[in-house]
């Protein structure tokens, strides 16, 4: 204790200087004599004040020697460095983890202890850290006070301003050690990364299935014992997962905390989200090994499975029909049941499905999303542009068994084998008239459009 002749009385902390120790109790009396003459701001050390200017000038004085970036703060600077250096001192004695600041250490012994101090007023969430509280809060205020001040967008948490702006600087930071490609977000890179891994060592005993990870395995054991032990309080419907009855309560909440960092669109899941970044990042790491299709989700690759194998495991019980997909099923459940729940705001048209309704809402806005990558040319639904696309491409790989026309769309051959059959399954509501083609049914209602305008 030699040299330290300064005791805290409140604490007992020794200095050596007295100075020091003027400065410490303001630890205990709360003092905060250094005012900002900008916008008010208190601090009780003098140079804190000084590093809160920065904020007010911009100025950023100290740079990195290496990639040139440039901070406010030297301690910045510092802790920056570790990401060149890649020295991470500061080592968690429970399970070995090192990191590069001591306070990323401190966040991480959380996930030991499980402490989770901070508690929000509104919905009682709890969290390990304060400033995770302040970030969830304005899921409940809306605030965004994070702007971008290349497009103007804004968000509620500085973090998500900083990955968004990498969407203008191209920066990708997150790089494959397997295959080099780089990413603008780790969660991307997490994502990608199980294309090389395919490890699967946690077995189903009942079915065999098996898994990447054993939390997996036990989500997947509930298929099995039918247990639903998570049970909504607002309308009594039972999850087998408490993962799964969180994303239900937003059906309820309306909350779409999940903010995507190109387009600002909102989600009610994080998986939702993920799935939509695909359409930026315009990644397909599962190929099928059948035809080469690369699909962006593991899942559409198994749907499009299907059309190799024929399978369709989901049958009609009304008429029979079978489906490779249950989705596919319940849209075709509705031509049954004449269900028509999706309403046109704009012309009162009603619909079976919500994606026919997006469709035509195009009638409406005039948007062409479907882009021709050979003439430039845009349409409003897919399927016209790969129509178009034969245009270019010549093909016609759809066969008439009769009399051996061929034809580049499937539907083009079904309305060709109707000259064969004579079916016109077509019929108009109003008169009864019945055509071979729907097409020649939309003409024809044109006809009645004075009587119903609602007509589509």
Not at 298 to 319: I, Q
Not at 339 to 348: A, L, N, T, Y
Request: hydrophobic share 25%; aromatic share 6%; charged share 20%.
């Amino acid at each position: 204790m030699a040299g330290k002749q300064h005791f805290c009385e409140v604490c007992g902390s020794p200095f050596a200087q007295k100075s020091h120790l003027l400065n410490h109790m303001k630890t205990h009396t709360g003092d905060k004599p250094h005012s900002c003459k900008v916008c008010g701001s208190s601090f009780a050390w003098k140079s804190h004040l000084l590093n809160h200017m920065t904020t007010h000038t911009g100025d950023k004085p100290h740079s990195c020697e290496v990639c040139s970036s440039s901070f406010a703060r030297k301690s910045t600077l510092l802790r920056h460095m570790t990401t060149h250096t890649g020295d991470k001192p500061h080592s968690c004695e429970v399970c070995g983890s090192s990191f590069a600041q001591k306070s990323t250490l401190l966040v991480h012994m959380t996930t030991h202890t499980g402490d989770k101090p901070h508690s929000c007023e509104v919905c009682g969430s709890s969290f390990a850290q304060k400033a995770n509280l302040m970030s969830h809060m304005t899921t409940h205020t809306g605030d965004k006070p994070h702007s971008c001040e290349v497009c103007g967008s804004s968000f509620g948490r500085k973090s998500t301003l900083l990955r968004h702006m990498r969407t203008h600087t191209g920066e990708k930071p997150h790089s494959c050690e397997v295959c080099g490609s780089s990413f603008g977000r780790k969660y991307t890179l997490l994502y990608h990364m199980t294309t090389h891994m395919g490890d699967e060592p946690h077995s189903c005993e009942v079915c065999g299935s098996s898994f990447a990870q054993k939390s997996i395995l036990l989500n997947h054991m509930t298929t099995h014992t039918g247990d639903k032990p998570h049970s909504c309080e607002v309308c009594g419907s039972s999850f087998a997962r408490k993962s799964t009855l969180l994303k239900h309560m937003t059906t309820h909440t309306g909350d779409k905390p999940h903010s995507c960092e190109v387009c600002s669109s909102s989600f009610a899941q994080k998986s939702t989200l993920l799935m939509h970044m695909t359409t930026h990042t315009g990644d397909k790491p599962h190929s099928c090994e059948v035809c080469g299709s690369s699909f962006a989700w593991k899942s559409h690759l198994s749907n499009h499975m299907t059309t190799h194998t024929g399978d369709k495991p989901h049958s009609c019980e009304v008429c029979g029909s079978s489906f490779a997909q249950k989705a596919n099923l319940m849209s075709h459940m509705t031509t049954h049941t004449g269900d028509k729940p999706h309403s046109c705001e704009v012309c009162g048209s009603s619909f079976a499905r919500k994606s026919t309704l997006l469709r035509h809402m195009r009638t409406h806005t005039g948007e062409k999303p479907h882009s021709c990558e050979v003439c430039g040319s845009s349409f409003a639904q897919r399927s016209h542009l790969l129509y178009h696309m034969t245009t270019h491409t010549g093909d016609k790989p759809h066969s008439c068994e009769v009399c051996g026309s061929s034809f580049a769309q499937k539907s083009i051959l079904l309305n060709h084998m109707t000259t064969h059959t004579g079916d016109k399954p077509y019929s108009c509501e109003v008169c009864g008239s019945s055509f071979a083609w729907k097409s020649k049914l939309l003409r024809h209602r044109k006809t009645h459009m004075g009587d119903n305008p609602h007509l589509c």
